[in-house]
């Protein structure tokens, strides 16, 4: 069975690198799945999901949170390069609540016309989506 080589770099560390059956990338325009011999391409992540999926010795699926960033596509390979990316299982809710008061706290701190608020409020849109993903797979899996 054809097989595409995968790398998933975050500014970082590498989140992933290792043979995948498929991959369903989160776009701007929406998903895009990548099986092997897809026609070249490049294109802007999204928010979202991007699932790894692979068969091979009976591994699951892997499901990483993304926002922003690009994808480049070849016949053979996807070379992800993420803003932000998150695996779920990685996803501490403790830790990720913790963010999220503190980035509210200093959000608030700042005058209503202060740039830096768009900073914190990203933070904030991000500890949000990783406690949503986290809810979702705990459900998932019961």
């Known amino acids: 069975m054809a097989e595409l080589t995968c790398r998933f770099v975050r500014p970082d560390r590498l989140l992933f690198e290792g043979t995948v059956n498929s991959v369903v990338l989160a776009t701007l325009d929406g998903e895009l799945g990548i099986l092997p011999g897809h026609a070249p391409e490049i294109c802007a992540l999204g928010s979202g999901v991007v699932r790894l999926n692979s068969n091979l010795d009976d591994s699951p699926s892997r499901r990483i949170l993304v926002s922003g960033g690009y994808a480049e596509v070849g016949k053979d390979f996807v070379l992800v390069l993420a803003n932000h990316a998150r695996d779920i299982d990685d996803i501490d809710v403790d830790e990720v609540k913790k963010t999220k008061e503190l980035a509210e706290e200093n959000r608030d701190k700042l005058l209503e016309h202060d740039s ?10 991000w500890c949000w989506c990783d406690l949503l993903l986290k809810h979702a797979n705990d459900v998932f899996e019961s």
């Not at 768009?118 to 849109?125: E, L, R, V």
Request: glycine share 10%; hydrophobic share 20%.
């Open 116 to 125: 830096r608020r768009a900073y914190y409020q990203g933070k904030i849109d």
